[in-house]
Every structure is written in C-alpha cells, then in structure tokens.
C-alpha cells in the first residue's frame, strides 16, 4: 500500500489480521467517501512466518519495533499486542516520538490510560482507544461527542462476548458451565486459559475504561469489585427463568453525588430489560443520560471484524482531524463507594434439612439484620434435604452477607450455593 496517510501495525494475530483485510477491503471506499488514503506501510509483529490468510504485497514485516517508530512517514501507529507489558512500552515509545496511537488494549487503558494520555499531550500526539471496549460498537467516541451535553449517570454493560455465550448456552440447552466452557473453547470465543474472561477480569479493565469516559473520573482497577460466572449453575437458569430474570455478568458503574459505585458479577436480569435479549457473543451498552434518558448500544462486541470497524474509525479520526477528547489524565480521582455500602435485592439458593422450624431459624436471623424478605421457594425435597430460594427487598450488601455468615453456622443449613444480586430498575 504505498502513497496516503502511513500507518505502523504492532501485533499481527486475529485482529491484526482483521484490520489488514478491512483496510483492504475498503480503502477504496474510505477514499471516495471521505477523500482519504490509508496506507498501510508496516506490520511488526515477532511471528512473521503463519499465514493469516490477508495479502500483506508491499507492507514491511518486521521484528524490530524500531522500523515503525523511527519512520517519520508513519504518523499513525496501532497497538494490537495486548496486556500491559510490551504493549505498554510500545506505546511509550511511539507517543514519545510523536505518533498518534491507536489501542484495542482494555487492559492498558485500565491500568496506565492517564499517564500514557499525559505523555501524548506532552508530545503533540493523540491516544485514541474505541475498541478496548464494546469491540465494532460505537460508545466512547458518542459519549465524548455527541452526548457532551449530558451527565451520564449509570452505564451497565454486557461486555464480555465469551461469558455471554456461556450463559445464553447454559440458559438455552441446560447443560452444564463446564461443557458449555469447553463447547466456547472448541469454537474459539474462549481461550486455552479463560480465567481472564470467567472470572470477570477483562470486563473490570473495560469498567474502568467506561467510568473513565463516562463520568470523567479516575477508577483503580482493584477499585471494582469482581466476581465472575464460575459458580452460576443452570438450577439458577432454570430458577431465573420462573420468576421472570435471566442471568447476565454485568458491567454496573453509578455516578453518585458521592461517589462512584463500580462493580463487576452476574445479576439477574428482567426479561422486560433491554440487557435481557442480548445473546449469545454479542455485546451491549446501556447508559442513562440527562437529559438524553436510556440509550443502548449492541452489536458484535469482539472479533476480527467487529473490532477493526472501531480500530479504523480511530485512525480516520486522526487522519480527518476529528478527533473527540480523550485527556483522561485531566480526570480527578474518583471517591469511591465501597462495595459494602451497596444497596441491592438478592436471589440466595440454600440446601437445607427438610425438617419442621428450619424456616424460623432462618427467617429470624434475616430479621435481626434488617433484611426484608420479598418472597420465599422451597423447591424438591431430596431425602431429608429441601432446597429454597429465596428473594430479598432491597438490603444493605454489609448486612446481607453478615446474615449469610449467621445463617451458614447454623445446624440446620447445609450449603448456600448461590447468592446473586438483582439489577435495580
């Protein structure tokens, strides 16, 4: 690709590889539509020999960083390495030498977002990063532009493509997490090692990344408190379903007078909430604005495709001149709402001894603690065990998980696999 804006690509795996083929795909388009010539001049990545299946004819492969940063005709350098180790030195060295960076890198964003946006306003650059949340959809960039006007208030997100399918599959077939893990894993929406997506991590890094962008505030990764879908079993798929809820790993930020409440875990999910018909891989944004109200943006969160749609418009933003602002480093840190001090109701799954009083037991410790009970399940009874749901009002987190620790002394409560909070209306 020679002539046009230059453009150095670091990282060429499946979405590196993706935004080869779109830019060549469509660099026609983008030149008719917008007048813009993109080009492509070189690709560094440390494996240069798998064919990845995209014409690479007159783009420089290399190993050496240097040949990218140190080229004055590429201004526009994209980071697709991923983690927060050499990506991050990558992106260091590029703004530094005053290049425009364009990251898909959630994780660097999360962790080093102010300080590298810092070094790029010391050096007349731009840090842009569409993708490092929401993949091929739109959401940072309209909350930087066309929603400037608006405070935003609350963003939920289902974030995470692999731990979507995992629970859209449990919901849909009945089958259990760990043969719906390995059915994602033979199908390449979770990884060798899915620990990062499980466990609710990568969905924390894009949390702070939508507290950053949205409300204009600094959150610590290790602010947001995580827990991921390891334990959610399709007895509480099929309870969910019953009482009118499916269940999602929910991205849940508050902007709050206060502070800002920020948090990462499955929640049961009104079936009458936009969030509860997002399926499968896909992923979702729902934001409340004012004045604007609820939005929700959808689409294929992850992926080749998906994510050099995003990639690109960033690099169509700087070679335009469109750019939205991005100084997070202008951000104050955000004072923040400990976990403990939430509010929320509560879905609690016991196995009990099926005999008379172990109601009362239970319901008298609840009351003690000032956790109000909504509605109350016994399931089928097996042997001399019952199993019971049970539905709070609204509850302080502090006092329910203090009930919980009363409640699993007691003699006559075997086990309480599953506690699980429920999105506020």
Known sequence: MSGGTGIGLFGFGNIGAGVVRTL????????????????????????????????????????????????????IVIE??????????????????????????????????????RLAADNNAHLLFEASVGGGIPVLTPMLTCLRANRINRILGIVNGTT????????????????????????????????????????????VVLCSVGFGKRVAVEDVYCEGITRITTADMENAARMGYTIKLLSCSENLEHGVAARVHPAL??????????????????????????????????GPAATSSAVLGDVIALATQTIPSTRVDRHEPAGIIPMDEGEFRF??????????????????VFGELKVSIESMRQN????????????????????????????????????????????KD
């Open 24 to 75: 060549t795909a469509n660099r026609e388009v983008i030149r008719r539509n917008l007048g813009l010539d993109l080009a492509l001049r070189a690709i560094c990545d440390i494996d240069l020999e798998t064919d990845r299946g995209v014409d690479t004819t007159g783009i420089t492969l290399t190993r050496n960083r240097e040949d990218i940063i140190g080229d004055p005709a590429i201004p």
């Open 80 to 117: 697709l390495i991923g983690g927060a180790t050499i990506a991050k030195t990558v992106v260091e060295e590029s703004l530094a030498a005053g290049k425009h960076v364009v990251s898909a890198n959630k994780e660097l964003m999360a962790k080093h977002g102010p300080e590298l946006a």
């Open 164 to 207: 979507n399918y995992i629970l859209t599959q449990m919901e849909d077939t009945g089958a259990p997490f760990g043969d719906i893990l390995a059915d994602a894993q033979a199908r390449g929406y979770a990884e060798a090692d899915p620990t990062n997506d499980i466990e609710g991590y990568d969905a924390r890094y894009k949390t």
């Open 269 to 302: 999910v009104p079936l009458s909430h936009p969030l509860a018909n997002i399926r499968g891989v896909l992923n979702a944004i729902y934001l409340e604005g004012d004045p604007v109200g609820p939005l929700l943006f959808a689409g294929q969160g992850a």
């Open 347 to 364: 879905y609690i799954r016991m196995n009990v001894q099926d005999r008379a009083g172990v109601l009362a037991e239970i319901t008298r």
């Open 380 to 423: 089928a009874v097996n042997g001399d065990s019952a199993e019971i749901i049970w539905i709070t009002h609204p509850a302080p987190e502090k006092a329910l998980q203090d009930s919980l620790e009363r409640i699993r002394a007691l003699d006559c409560v075997r086990d309480i696999p599953a506690v699980i909070r429920a999105l």
